[in-house]
């Protein structure tokens, strides 16, 4: 959490010398506007760890109280050795640790951990998808990966990804963390996850920005050209680049300098 730095003077000299009154109470509204902030989003039965690295209450003990007074949160006892030379808070009934660097080695540093109000309920298996739920919205997924997709994949990835299509995007994913993506997904929304292969687009498979510049690449997948500084430039400002002559119509991969930049599309010509 930010905060005026007191336990950081006795290693850094501008902490003291932008240290006054009016820094630590512009801290602590700072510190309850982040808080008040981002409690909604916390869920119940949530925990929220608090901690400054400064000694002064209003922005310790007092904001823990804040908190469980406005926010209806509940103290939290963690189970200290006393042996760490922890030493507890200061006027206060919460649990409240100070680390006070007379008693310690490091800085000065405070922590609090509160629940929010409420019974967190873990995943389920059986708890569906949040895209599951949203039936009938969109387009339906699909269940087959076409075989051209997984041929773009470099044989030495080949077993450690696994292939997967949400409705016209199709997208590689590490095999060993495929379960935990699946419970991810069934719990929050995933807005981007693995590396994007490619896009259905009716009968055209179209190969996604990231799979060009990825390491899945197979360097077999597509005919490349390699083209100029100038002409690197222009299509990294969204110009039209034009290919040799001799380039396979398609998908064709674009480097400069053996460094690959992205795809562009050959058409055919009406005489092909």
Not at 103 to 120: M, N, Q, T
Not at 167 to 191: C, Q, T, W, Y
Not at 199 to 216: E, F, H, M
Request: aromatic share 8%; glycine share 8%.
């Amino acid at each position: 959490m930010p905060c005026s730095g007191e336990g950081m003077m006795r290693k850094d000299p501008e902490a003291i010398a932008q240290w006054s009154e009016g820094l630590v109470s512009e801290c602590a509204e700072r510190q309850w506007m982040i808080i008040s902030n981002l409690w909604p989003s916390l869920k119940p039965g949530g925990f929220l760890i608090y901690s400054t690295c400064t000694f002064n209450r209003l922005e310790n003990e007092e904001m823990v109280s804040r908190i469980i007074e406005e926010l209806g949160a509940e103290s939290v006892a963690v189970d200290v050795d006393p042996e760490w030379g922890i030493a507890p808070g200061i006027s206060t009934p919460h649990h409240c640790y100070r680390f006070m660097p007379d008693r310690l080695k490091g800085e000065g540093l405070f922590v609090a951990v509160v629940r929010k109000e409420g019974e967190w309920k873990p995943f389920s298996p059986d708890t569906p998808a949040r895209h599951q739920k949203a039936k009938g919205k969109g387009k339906s997924g699909r269940t087959q990966i076409p075989k051209e997709a997984s041929g773009w994949i470099d044989s030495l990835w080949a077993e450690k990804v696994t292939l997967y299509a949400e409705n016209d995007r199709i997208s590689a994913f590490p095999a060993a963390h495929m379960d935990l993506l699946g419970k991810l997904k069934g719990e929050i929304d995933v807005i981007h996850e693995g590396i994007p292969l490619a896009t259905v687009k009716g009968r055209d498979l179209i190969p996604s920005q990231p799979l060009a510049l990825s390491p899945l690449l197979s360097q077999s997948a597509f005919p490349t050209a390699d083209i100029s500084r100038d002409e690197a430039l222009a299509y990294l400002s969204g110009d039209a680049v034009t290919l040799p002559d001799d380039t396979p119509c398609g998908f064709v991969l674009l480097r400069y300098s053996g460094r690959p930049l992205g795809f562009v599309k050959k058409p055919r010509t009406p005489l092909q």
